[in-house]
């Protein structure tokens, strides 16, 4: 399988490309749908020798980082199409603002500015990358080559060409749904890599609960921050599921207000508008402006 991944970064606009196939002519068009903050780059058809599906990535950059030499903390977020662009969102004009509220927040001093890397997910083939057991139902199963992605190819494809700081103090990772499933596992089994976890929303009912049986045997406990929210309105057992998982980190030592923000949201849903809403809190707890 080849290696070499294209280093195509463009200013604004984000194209919804097909997965297994590079489009010079999709690569070259634009749709202008980012917003209006002139910091969001894409790289094209990025390519792994651990998982077959080529995907696009979303690089938001905060406000001063052309005009300094510093660098900066990096939060890795899933979902990428989802993140910046209304025209990618998986609900057409519902995307998380996230570059909008990080410029708000670090122009008025209350985050510490921060590089975000949106990370496209494939498609149909989303839920084998992002659930760690397979399901005896559903497959799935693939989160460690997924994870081995991350952090072999993607994570220094960023440091290559980025300022940042590439310690776990500094490196955070999320995602919602799924995406929140797939954090934890890689968070848990790679927290010498991600010391920041923004987990909304999580899967926790993927095959039996099986990340809770996980996050039970972990010996030590691992230096991890994390952010977990739930809203009222998301299915039967979500609210259930998360207060297992607050219960099973709070038994292994992480403490409320300190390493552990648990939520639960009155009405909100599962849905892009929903994190949406989420974006500020979270990037207020885990990238504070010391």
């Known amino acids: 399988m080849p290696t070499e991944n294209f280093d195509i970064a463009e200013q604004g606009g ?12 999709a ?53 990428g199409q989802n993140l910046f662009d209304p025209e990618t969102a998986y609900v057409r004009g519902m995307d998380w603002k996230v570059d909008e509220t990080a410029d708000s927040l670090i122009r008025a001093g209350e985050i510490e500015p921060v590089i975000i890397v949106g990370i496209f997910n ?13 399901d005896r139902k559903l497959g799935g199963g693939h989160s460690e080559l997924y994870g081995r992605m991350l952090i072999e190819e993607l994570k220094p494809f960023i440091e290559q060409r980025y300022r940042t700081l590439a310690d776990a103090h500094n490196t955070g990772l999320g995602g919602s749904s799924l995406g929140g499933l797939a954090t934890l596992y890689l968070g848990f089994t790679y927290p010498e890599i991600f010391g920041k976890l923004a987990v909304l929303s999580p899967s926790v009912w993927w095959d039996n609960k099986a990340i809770l049986k996980m996050i039970q045997k972990t010996q030590p406990k691992p230096r991890l921050k994390i952010w977990l929210s739930m809203g009222t309105e998301e299915s039967k057992t979500g609210v259930r599921d998360a207060n297992l998982l607050d219960d099973a980190l709070v038994a292994k030592g992480w403490k409320e207000g300190e390493d552990l923000h648990y939520e639960v949201i009155p009405g909100a849903k599962h849905e892009e508008a929903a994190w949406a809403e989420r974006v500020e809190p979270v990037l207020r707890f885990l990238f504070p402006n010391a």
């Open 14 to 25: 984000a194209e919804d490309l097909e997965d297994s196939v590079p489009q010079l002519e």
């Open 122 to 134: 494939t498609g149909v083939h989303r839920i084998e990358e992002y659930t760690p057991t397979r």
């Open 27 to 79: 690569i070259e068009r634009q749709t202008g749908g980012v917003h209006n903050t002139d910091s969001v780059q894409r790289h094209h058809n990025f390519i792994s020798r651990f998982v077959p599906y080529r995907r696009d990535l979303v690089v938001y950059l905060p406000p001063e980082y052309e005009d300094s030499q510093r660098r900066y903390p990096v939060l890795y977020l899933h979902d």
